[in-house]
């Protein structure tokens, strides 16, 4: 893996599959202490829950030293650029920066301020690598393997126009051998969606018709919407929404959380067996794990057992 990783584009088959097979030993406990002698700086300029957390808990567990930086608190609420805020982190000596930021292209900028290694946590509605990374090691983990992705069907469902996550999940799918495609209503489709060639259905029963294994659910971002994009909630669920009547058997519902239940998913399918949701946070501190001390060169490439 590079020093940065800004997106997973660029990433073959074989680099996936390295993350997993190092994110497993990760996860069996091989590679504690990783990361000792190091820093890792979290800088979350927007809120976060299970990737703040995780990626906290990931550095922590492979004995790096840990500073955490939000904008409240921090100089970039005297109107520090980011820029001057990578220089400082760097010259106090972080050597990889967690960053997420409102603005697509925040991480990719940061990283051309310092020698630390920049991963992206989320920037705008840009990307967020490591959340296709845990989604394929979730994902392929229920399969039996990463080999059983190939060929498997992944509909991507709801506000993809404003959904990093979906930037980040289609290409790292698609690399896995994922047949990808995408269920959301026009206004929810953003330009470049042309250019990606994929199937566009028009509902979730679409979605089922056209032979999806796994329903990748995001959430409605109603703070990043502008005016309205769709005539009503109920309106949306009804159509891109996910709930009981949808599930059979071998079905897998995947979403990146937070959820917005009754709304792109009804409560009782978060809980059903047919959800990854559990398992797709879990594996955030294994995988995070895997991409921190590739990236801080921690381990090499190939070491995974
Ligand atoms: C997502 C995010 O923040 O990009 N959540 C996450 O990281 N697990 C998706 C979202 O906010 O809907």
């Not at 979730?204 to 032979?211: H, I, K, P, R, T």
């Not at 995988?287 to 090499?300: D, F, H, I």
Request: hydrophobic share 45%; proline share 3%.
């Amino acid at each position: 893996m590079a020093k940065d990783l800004i997106s997973v584009e660029g990433m073959d088959c074989e680099d996936l599959r390295e993350i997993m097979d190092l994110a497993r030993d990760f996860e069996e406990g091989r590679l504690h202490g990783t990361l000792s002698g190091k820093t890792v700086c979290l800088a979350f300029f927007e809120s976060s829950t299970r990737t703040l957390v995780s990626f906290d808990l990931a550095a922590r567990r492979c004995g790096a030293d840990v500073v955490s930086l939000s904008e409240k608190g921090s100089s970039i609420s005297k109107g520090e650029s980011l820029a001057d805020t990578v220089v400082t982190l760097d010259m106090l000596g972080a050597d990889a920066i967690v960053l997420r930021h409102p603005a697509v292209g925040a991480a990719k900028l940061a990283s051309r301020h310092t020698s630390a290694s920049i991963i992206n946590a989320g920037d705008g509605c840009g990307q967020h690598p490591t959340q296709a990374l845990l989604d394929l090691y979730a994902l392929s983990d229920s399969l039996g393997g990463f080999d059983e992705l190939e060929g498997t069907r992944a509909v991507i469902a709801g506000d993809i126009l404003h959904s990093r996550v979906a930037r980040s999940v289609i290409p790292a799918f698609q690399t896995a051998g994922v047949e990808v495609a995408l269920a959301a209503p026009k206004t929810l489709l953003p330009l470049e969606a042309e250019v990606w060639n994929l199937p566009i259905l028009d509902s979730v029963d679409e979605a089922l018709e056209w032979g999806a294994d796994v329903l990748y659910m995001l959430r409605l971002q109603k703070e990043r919407m502008t005016g309205a994009l769709v005539p009503s909630v109920a309106e949306y669920t009804k159509f891109y929404g996910v709930n009981k009547r949808h599930l059979r058997a071998g079905l897998k519902v995947m979403h990146p959380g937070p959820v917005n239940r009754g709304v792109e998913i009804a409560g009782d399918v978060v809980l059903d067996e047919a959800s990854l949701i559990a398992a797709q946070v879990g594996a955030g501190i294994g995988v995070r794990s895997a991409v921190l001390a590739l990236a801080t060169n921690a381990v090499e490439a190939g070491v995974a057992a």
